[in-house]
């Protein structure tokens, strides 16, 4: 699981660097769809790692 978010996490933080260089939301409708559902996966696993490191515990 941590792989799967970490992988999601590593395109996603791609694609909004790519479109905060390059302005990728200003090319069509669709790419613009596109980058705005890249960036709330980006921050959804975000969260899922700074809400799984914080929950281990010794029994």
């Keep these: 699981m941590y792989l ?17 260089l390059i302005g990728l939301k200003g090319l069509n409708e669709e790419i613009k769809l596109l980058v705005n559902f890249s960036n709330i996966l980006f921050f959804v696993s975000l969260l899922f790692f700074v809400f799984k490191s914080g929950t281990r515990h010794k029994l």
């Design 4 to 20: 799967f978010f970490l992988i999601v996490l590593v395109i996603t933080g791609a694609t909004s660097a790519l479109d905060i």
